[in-house]
Structures are given as structure tokens and as C-alpha cells.
């Protein structure tokens, strides 16, 4: 195995003189620089702008691009973030010049087409939630969150009831909280009992007539489905809270179960998870909200409708909503994605990409499961979570060295340490987009790992520029400029 040199910096390659640039003589005409720029702002000496030949540039550039990890060139079984394959056609079909060299500010009229697609996908995101209406504005999951729950907020000021309360299972994302905290209300966390489900009594202890919303992950973030979700819901509605979905996890039960009919009040999509868009790089996405009919009037204005005569429009006039949350549309570039991926598999795909998943996380879980136990028993839906407990007991060997000598193994790392309920947890996605090779492989190499010995482990990765950087400093104190 051999350790890849840290490229030297553009900085140090530098050589004074060095450039591709010909430019021919200006032929504007001279005018004193004082003149165009006032004295005091005309800089002393020129910047130390790196000199360099075009191609070493080339070079330099597709060279730190292989470091990288993607979905095109490695196995990416990060939990929770459905890291499936991202269809090429759609990148096509997301650059034909009609659509993208639109502006948000064309009138109306000329935007028909887009508008059209992005009503159709308020249709289609509707029927698949079994819920009643749409805002496609917000900007990621977590900003879907923060919408819903303004929502939600709206609806009971609305109704004069001051309910202060958003209940939060102890193994919800973080954004949940967040979410909750940043709309105004006070996050309660609800346990999880010993099969990593909603725990019932503590749930009943805590729900009470200040229960404005639940927020419910379902499948959870274990991967298991909960199935008290019915039961829950009509506690719920009983006391006048509201049911919300963080739709995460819609890749498990898309097509096979609707929200709606769990009793979900509210919910959102993460499209590009569920529905193919990029998101290695940790963005853009998308974060549409689906919602029930006495909560549309909420909605974030404007929303997209349509005129009996058929010509599309963008709604504004909508007295009660909560207002705009994102400017324009929402990010287009990835709903339109999603819209092509929905729109290609019709119906029966949605249901097989489910049904695919479920099948592929059950399979990996059983070619590991004997060595990296799943404190929760039996069958899986679109994920796992092991833990390395025992390695960390026995061994001295923790979850991130498990994560960073994958590296080694060109595999990108699944989550770890997420969720809480789980200790040393690895939490891992293989999707319906992986073949039964690549799973056995991945299988072998969890394996191999677990038979090396701890100071392989900890050292490790052992093959990138960088081995372990201090993760909290780097993201507390990084160095952005060059110094020279
Ligand atoms: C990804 C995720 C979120 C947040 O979604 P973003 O689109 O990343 O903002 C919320 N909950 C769960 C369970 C998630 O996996």
C-alpha cells in the first residue's frame, strides 16, 4: 500500500514570469488610473497570484478532483443520506437550454413550461405523501422542517391555541430539535424502548393538551419501521397535536406506504436523497413540504397553480400563509431532478426502488451481523445500524477507525456516531442502485477489518495525503488563504 503526497499548493508550484495569458495591447483608450480608480483604493503592489503554465493548472486540478470520494467512482453507504446513484440522463435533461437559461424574473407567460413541470411535481409529491398540497420553496430538509413547523405554528395561533410543545423521539436527526427550537417551541424528548421503537408509556407521560406537534421519523433512524404509527397518530389527534413525517427515510416505503394514511398531518421530502439528486458535496437540495388540507392555507407563498383556462401562475394571494421562506421557486435544479427520476419510473419503479432497498440493507445486514452486531433484532427496512461496541471493548478499536480504514479499502465511510440511541454506532445505506458484487465486497472488506490489528486500525487511513485531521479545529479554525 502506498501513501499519496500531499499535491504541493498552486502557491508553491508557482514561477515568477510563468503564464498562458496573451493578451493584445488594450485598445481602449489611455486614460490616467486615477482617473478610474480613486487613489486611495488602487493597491500598492500586485496581488502574489500564483504564475503558471495552462497545463500544469489542468493537472493540478484534476488531480485534487480524484482525492475525492463520489457515488461515480466508490461504494458510499452512508446512512440516512441515501447515496444512491444520481442518473446521468437527468443532468442532461436538467441542462437543455430551455430550462437553464430561464430567469426567475421572465414574466410569467414565458415560463410556462417550468411551471407546468414544478406543478406537476406538487401533484406528484402529493399523491406519493397521501397528502392534500405542496410548497416545493424550501431549500434542504431541515429548512422543510422549519417550514412545517411555522406552519403548524400558524395553524394554532390561528385557532387561539397556544400549544408550546414539539415531542422529539431521543433517536430523531438533530435538525428536529433545531427545527423545533428555531419556530418557537419547547423540543421534549421521548425515549426510545428496548427494540429502538417509540417508547408508548413515555410518549403518553409526555403528550398533553401543550402537544402542538410529534415529530416522527418512520422508518426510524435504526432502520426499523414503526408500527405503532397509527396508534400514536390517533393519541395524538385525540388530545389536537399534529402528526409530522421527517421523510428521510421515504426511500423505504416509497410507493408502498402513503404518510397519509399512517395518519402523518405533515412531512417532507429530501429529494435529493430520495429522489437522485447530487448531494455528495453537501449540496444543493431541496426540502418540499407536503401537507393536510386545513394546514394548505399556511403554505409559504406563493405556490404554483393554475388558471381553469390551464395557464399556469404563481399564487400570491394567499392572506393566512406564513410568507416566503426561499426566494423564487426553490431550487429548481434539484426538483427538476427529482421530478425526471419520479417521472422515469413511474408508479411500479417508485415501488421497486423500495422494495429494492429494503432488500438490499437486509442482505448486507446478514452477511455482517455476526461480527458487527445490530443491537436491535430482526429484519431491516432501507438501513442498518451495527455497533462496534464489542471491537471497542475488546480491542480498543472505535467506529472511526472503522470509518477511516475503509478509506484504505476506497469505500466511502457510512455514518457513525448517529443515532444516539446506539453506541459506537455504523449506520449503514447500501440503496437499490448497488448490485449484489458490491455488496458482497463491502461485506468482505467489514470483514477483513475486523480481523486487522488495532494499530493498523487507529492509524489509519494509511493511503491519503492527509491521514486524521482534528476535525473540530479544522472545522473551528480553517486556514482559508495562503500565506506565503
Ligand atoms: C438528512 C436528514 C435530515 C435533514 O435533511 P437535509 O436535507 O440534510 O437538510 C433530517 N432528518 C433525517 C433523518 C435526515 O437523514
Known sequence: MYKLVQPPLLFESSRAGRGTAVLPPCDVPDRPLDELIPADQQRLTPPPLPELGELDVVRHYTNLSTLNMSIDSNFYPLGSCTMKYNPKRNERLAALPGLLAQHPY????????????LYDLQEILAEIAGLDAV?????????????????????????????????IPDSAH?????????????????????RGLVDLEDFKAKLSDQTAVFMMTNPNTAGLFDPQVREIADLLHARG????????????????????DMGVDLMHYNPHKTFSGPHGGGGPGAGPIAVRDRLAPFLPAPIVARKAGGEYYLDHDR???????????????????????????????????????????????????????????????HEFVASART?????????????????????????????????????????????????????????????????TLHRAPHTTPISRPDEVKAAKQPVLSWQG
Open 241 to 260: 397535536g399534529l402528526l409530522y413525517l421527517d421523510g428521510a427515510n421515504m426511500n423505504a416505503i416509497l410507493g408502498v406506504v402513503r404518510p397519509g
Open 319 to 381: 392572506p393566512h400563509s406564513i410568507g416566503r421562506v426561499r426566494s423564487f421557486f426553490g431550487n429548481t435544479g434539484v426538483l427538476f431532478r427529482a421530478y425526471c427520476y419520479i417521472r422515469s419510473q413511474g408508479p411500479q419503479g417508485l415501488k421497486r426502488i423500495a422494495q429494492h432497498a429494503v432488500l438490499n440493507a437486509n442482505y448486507l445486514k446478514a452477511l455482517v451481523d455476526d461480527v458487527y452486531p445490530v443491537p436491535y433484532d430482526g429484519p431491516c427496512m
Open 106 to 117: 421572465q414574466d410569467e407567460s414565458t415560463l410556462q413550461g417550468l411551471l407546468a413541470i
Open 391 to 455: 471491537f471497542a471493548k475488546d480491542k480498543g478499536v472505535r467506529a472511526m477507525d472503522i470509518a477511516k480504514r475503509l478509506i484504505d479499502y476506497n469505500v466511502h465511510a457510512p455514518t457513525i456516531y448517529f443515532p444516539l440511541i446506539v453506541s459506537e454506532a455504523l449506520m449503514i445505506e447500501p440503496t437499490e442502485t448497488e448490485s449484489r458484487e458490491t455488496l458482497e465486497s463491502f461485506a468482505e472488506i467489514l470483514l477483513a477489518i475486523a480481523a486487522e490489528d488495532p494499530e
Open 174 to 194: 438533530g435538525t428536529n430539535p433545531a427545527s423545533a427550537h428555531l419556530s418557537g417551541f419547547d423540543a421534549v424528548t421521548i425515549k426510545s424502548d428496548g
Open 135 to 167: 410548497s416545493l420553496q424550501p431549500a434542504a430538509g431541515a429548512q422543510g422542517e422549519l417550514t412545517a413547523l411555522l406552519v403548524a405554528a400558524r395553524y394554532f395561533r390561528e385557532k387561539g391555541d397556544s400549544r408550546s410543545q414539539v415531542l
